[in-house]
């Protein structure tokens, strides 16, 4: 476990938050999700053919994973930002996508 403070944890998620289109903080990888959640992510943000998504894997660093919740004031992972702005976590994301709303974010 990294003793970076607060502070540090909160600039790296915001970097990379801000520095990337589309961010997905998950557990496990695009390839390899962890969690039932996080596999569902993946799969709508395949579905809505994001072809620009950097994902996180809040498993292999314990100062993000709780960092992270910090972060967006949101309890639980996976979450998914687009052009620096939280947008939600799965079941957002799937309400967002059967209302055809996060197609239209994705693709603007």
Do not use: H
């Not at 996080?38 to 579905?47: C, F, N, T, Y």
């Not at 992972?77 to 687009?82: D, E, F, R, T």
């Amino acid at each position: 476990m990294s003793n970076a403070s607060a502070t540090d944890v909160q600039q790296r998620i915001d970097d990379l938050v801000k520095s990337n289109r589309v961010v997905l903080f998950m557990k496990g990888t695009a390839q390899f999700p962890m969690c039932g959640f996080s596999g569902r992510s993946i799969q709508i943000l395949q579905a809505c053919k994001v072809t620009d998504l950097v994902t996180f894997n809040v498993l292999e660093d314990e100062a993000v994973r709780q960092g992270i919740k910090d972060y967006a004031k949101w309890p639980t992972v996976p979450q998914l930002y687009v052009k620096g702005e939280f947008v939600g976590g799965s079941d957002i994301m799937m309400e967002m996508y059967e209302a055809g709303e996060l197609q239209a974010l994705l693709s603007a």
